[in-house]
């Protein structure tokens, strides 16, 4: 029983700005679900069904022998940051320096601290809608002005560069990019990036691209506005090892950005997390410089069962699915089922143990959609795909 107390807990009012990330609560409710005895595929969490490559594991385990448990930089230990300034100098076709790199415990803390950092009260974020909810959370938090992009699916998920020229003012401070995207798996084409950066001109605007999906492409190339000439010093490139490398919990990202931001988003590290664990630092240098068969045989392996669950979802009554790009995460409409979002997300988690996103928990744009992820085995996908095709023969 929780403790009775007299003392009203007075909460600062920026909580009540706070968003959540529904994909945790919707997994607390499925295991609630299976303690009860249920049967639940789980096609609701971002997080790869494959292990960590063992040449990284060892390289951890052999970190914590040798030493590597005690604080380390906040902006992370010079040999990684070195690294990943020489896979972003590869990747991305610029020239990177370590003091350019900031390593953070996981991917969310360069949104956080550049949101920080850069927006104060009113300042105007423009952001993707549908989209990573924590963007909108973030810029609500800190008083400024979340402004959605909308993702149509007739464009295929990707931003109307014209739309998005008008949506810019004067008070824009930081414009927000994901490709590959979630929750849509769609893609920016080289195209579209280039007609991005002409609607931002010279203007002093950031831009914050967060690309932590850019090894899990399967059609198409990813390309960065980090590599447009003339935009490498405004833009903040948000990575890391999570879904490359099967890391989810080993949290591990990183920001790459101008020496001057990354100097400040280091003190906000300081501020907060102290530094990110020195053992899987050592261990993110052998997953950028050693074998990378894991990450292709992983890639290969999505691509199949992106396939196989499209179309099994174009199967199914009401339900309409275009092929995503990349990621790991499928965006059916299902206006067709006539049922919102949210209710038909509840009713095949309770009714027939498949547990996915309510489209509207990436935004009001992702209204008419659900969010499954295929980061799951092919008997599971299979075995939600008769769960769901059985719901709506059953209830439409």
């Known amino acids: ?58 390289a951890a ?97 990707s931003v109307d560069t014209k739309e998005l020229a ?13 490709s590959p995207h979630n929750p849509t798996g769609g893609m920016l084409t080289r195209k579209d990036i280039f007609e991005i950066a002409e609607a931002i001109g010279d203007r002093n605007i950031m831009v914050l691209s967060d690309e932590i999906y850019s090894r899990l492409v399967f059609e198409g190339e990813d390309f960065s506005i980090m590599s447009v000439p003339g935009f490498k010093e405004r833009t903040i490139l948000l990575d890391g090892f999570s879904k490359t490398y099967a890391m989810t919990g080993w949290r591990m990202g990183y920001g790459v950005m101008r020496p001057d931001l990354a100097v400040q988003v280091a003190r906000l590290a300081t501020n907060s997390t102290s530094c990110t664990a020195s053992f899987t630092q050592v261990a993110g240098i052998e997953a950028l410089r050693g074998d990378q068969s894991s990450v292709d045989t992983m890639n290969a392996e999505f691509r199949h069962r992106r396939d196989v669950f499209v179309a099994g979802l174009n199967k199914i009554r009401g339900f309409s699915c275009r092929l995503p790009k990349g990621a790991f995460y499928t965006f059916p409409n299902i206006t067709g089922t006539g049922w919102p979002s949210k209710k038909l997300a509840d009713a095949l988690l309770e009714q027939s143990g498949v547990a996915c996103l309510s489209g509207t928990a990436f935004g009001e744009y992702g209204e008419g959609y659900l969010r499954f992820s295929v980061a799951n085995s092919l008997e599971n996908l299979n075995k939600a795909l008769a769960k769901i095709d059985r719901w709506t023969r059953e209830n439409l």
Do not use: C
């Open 1 to 58: 029983m929780p403790a009775i107390t007299q003392f009203e807990l007075r909460l600062a009012s920026r909580m009540s700005r706070l968003g959540t990330e529904t994909a945790f609560e919707v997994l607390n409710r499925a295991r609630a679900l299976e303690k009860q005895g249920r049967e639940i595929v789980h096609l609701e969490i971002g997080e790869p069904d494959f292990d960590t490559p063992s040449n990284v594991i060892e």
């Open 166 to 178: 008008s949506l810019i003012t004067d008070r824009t401070r930081l414009i927000i990019l994901n």
């Open 61 to 157: 385990v052999d970190a914590l022998h040798k030493g590597w448990t005690h604080y380390g930089p906040a902006a992370g230990l010079p040999e990684l940051r070195q690294t990943i300034a020489d896979y972003v100098s590869r990747t991305r076709s610029v020239p990177v320096s370590s003091d350019e790199v900031v390593v953070v415990p996981g991917g969310k803390p360069i949104i956080f601290f550049t949101i920080l950092a850069l927006v104060d009260e009113g300042d105007e974020v423009i952001y993707p809608n549908p989209g990573f909810p924590i963007y909108e959370s973030m810029v609500n938090y800190v008083g400024g002005r979340a402004i959605p992009i909308p993702l149509r699916e007739e464009r295929d998920f």
